[in-house]
C-alpha cells in the first residue's frame, strides 16, 4: 500500500492498519469514508461523540474507538486499544479539530487553552505514543490535518492560525528526524472546507474567496499523502501560490492580506 521508502505490501488479508481521529464528523469522516471506500484498510476510528462515531464504525466497517484525545489517561489508552485491536498502526491521520473565531482580546481563556490543547498538544502526544512502533517496524505514515490559515495566519483567528503554524513546525522537524526511518510525516493544508466547523466555532464563514471546498475534496489528498508519502498538499491546489508568495516576499503578502483580508 505504501510507495517509496518504508513501503507496506498488501498480502492476503494483511491490511495496513489506520487510525483516524476526529472521525466522527468532518473531514475525519469523510476519510474513513474515503478509505473504506477503498478497501484496502482496516480502520481504527477514533471521536468523543460515540453515537455518530459508531454511525460512521457501520458505515466504514471500522471499528469505533471512542476517547477524549485531550485527556491524557484517555489518549493513553486509545493508543493500547489501537493496538490491541489492530496489532499495529501503520498509518494515524489526526484529524481532530477545533476553531474559535473573533478579536483576540476577546477570546475567553479556557479557548485559549483548549484549542492548544485539541489542535496541537493532543496530535503531539498521541504521535509520541504510536510513533515509536512505525520507526521499529521502518515504516509507517503521519498525517495531519493542518490549515491555510497556519501558513499565512488570519484575522480574528490568531489562536487557531497559531496551533496550525505549530502542526506545520512539527511536521518539517519530524521528517528531517525520521529521514531513514522508513516513516513518512505528511501535512494537509486545506483552506476553508464545508464542514460543521464553522457552526461548532460559532462564528459562519464569511470570505467571499476561498470558497469552502467539500471534505471529501480534502479526504483525496489524505489518501495520497499515505499512499505516497509526500511532505504536503494544499486544499484546493492553488492555495500553494500565495502560500509560496508569503515566504517569498511577505511584506508584499502582507499588505495584500491587509487590503483584501
Do not use: C
Not at 75 to 90: I, K, N, P, S
Not at 110 to 131: G, K
Not at 147 to 176: N, P, Q
Amino acid at each position: 500500500m505504501f510507495e517509496g521508502s518504508g513501503q507496506l505490501v498488501t498480502r492476503g488479508t494483511q491490511r495496513p492498519v489506520a487510525l483516524i481521529t476526529g472521525a466522527s464528523s468532518g473531514i475525519g469522516t469523510a476519510v474513513a469514508e474515503k478509505l473504506a471506500a477503498e478497501g484496502s484498510w482496516r480502520l481504527l476510528l477514533n471521536g468523543r461523540d460515540e453515537e455518530r462515531l459508531g454511525d460512521v464504525a457501520v458505515r466504514t466497517r471500522g471499528t469505533a474507538l471512542a476517547a477524549d484525545v485531550t485527556d491524557p489517561q484517555s489518549r493513553a489508552r486509545l493508543a493500547r486499544e489501537a493496538l490491541a485491536h489492530g496489532g499495529r498502526v501503520d498509518a494515524l491521520v489526526a484529524a481532530a479539530g477545533i476553531g474559535w473565531a473573533g478579536p483576540f482580546t476577546a477570546q475567553p481563556v479556557e479557548s485559549i487553552d483548549r484549542l492548544l490543547s485539541v489542535n496541537l498538544s493532543a496530535v503531539m502526544h498521541l504521535v509520541r505514543l504510536l510513533l515509536p512502533g512505525m520507526v521499529a517496524r521502518r515504516r509507517g505514515r503521519i498525517v495531519l490535518i493542518g490549515s491555510m490559515a497556519g501558513t499565512v495566519g488570519v484575522r480574528d483567528e490568531a489562536v487557531y492560525a497559531a496551533t496550525k503554524g505549530g502542526l506545520i513546525a512539527f511536521a518539517d522537524s519530524l521528517r528531517y528526524e525520521l529521514s531513514s526511518t522508513g516513516v513518512r510525516v505528511s501535512i494537509v493544508l486545506p483552506g476553508a472546507v464545508d464542514t460543521p466547523f464553522f457552526g461548532r466555532r460559532g462564528a459562519p464563514y464569511h470570505r467571499t474567496r476561498p470558497r469552502p471546498v467539500p471534505p471529501a475534496q480534502v479526504a483525496d489528498a489524505v489518501r495520497r499523502a499515505l499512499v505516497h508519502g509526500r511532505p504536503d498538499a494544499y486544499v484546493p491546489g492553488w492555495l500553494g501560490m500565495p502560500a509560496r508568495l508569503h515566504g517569498a516576499a511577505p511584506g508584499v503578502f502582507r499588505s495584500l492580506a491587509q487590503r483584501f483580508g
